[in-house]
């Protein structure tokens, strides 16, 4: 969780995290220096399969998250429940589509 919150300067245990973190990061910001700097970064410990895998879990997870937002996929209440500490200890409110949430995990439309 550190990792997330950015508060893990080296590695957590996952070969390369730092910058795995730093250009995911990047994609979703748009700040195309950072990027090429995040990527460069990135390609310099990676192989070229493990590159493409990276930008398509980021992708996957990116279209996902985004279906789900659009549509108000609410959580069901078994997984609200065991979920809550880990989306405390995330911190999702400080994302942006947040604000797009009512607390019983609808969309505002």
Same mark, same amino acid.
Do not use: W, Y
């Given at each position: 969780?550190?990792?997330?919150?950015?508060?893990?300067?080296?590695?957590?245990? #996952?070969?390369?995290?730092?910058?795995?973190? +730093?250009?995911?990061?990047?994609?979703?910001?748009?700040?195309?220096?950072?990027?090429?700097?995040? +990527?460069?970064?990135?390609?310099?410990?990676?192989?070229?399969?493990?590159?493409?895998?990276?930008?398509?879990? #980021?992708?996957?997870?990116?279209?996902?998250?985004?279906?789900?937002?659009?549509?108000? #996929?609410?959580?069901?209440?078994?997984?609200?429940?065991?979920?809550?500490?880990?989306?405390?200890?995330?911190?999702?409110? +400080?994302?942006?589509?947040?604000?797009?949430?009512?607390?019983?995990?609808?969309? +505002?439309?």
């Amino acid at each position: 969780m550190a990792a997330v919150h950015g508060e893990v300067a080296g590695e957590v245990g #996952i070969e390369h995290a730092a910058e795995l973190v +730093r250009f995911t990061e990047a994609v979703m910001r748009d700040d195309d220096a950072e990027l090429a700097q995040a +990527r460069d970064a990135l390609r310099a410990v990676l192989s070229d399969e493990q590159f493409v895998d990276t930008c398509a879990v #980021i992708g996957a997870f990116n279209v996902v998250d985004r279906i789900a937002d659009s549509t108000g #996929i609410p959580l069901d209440e078994p997984i609200k429940e065991i979920s809550a500490e880990v989306r405390e200890e995330l911190d999702l409110g +400080r994302f942006g589509s947040s604000k797009n949430t009512f607390p019983g995990g609808r969309v +505002r439309s």
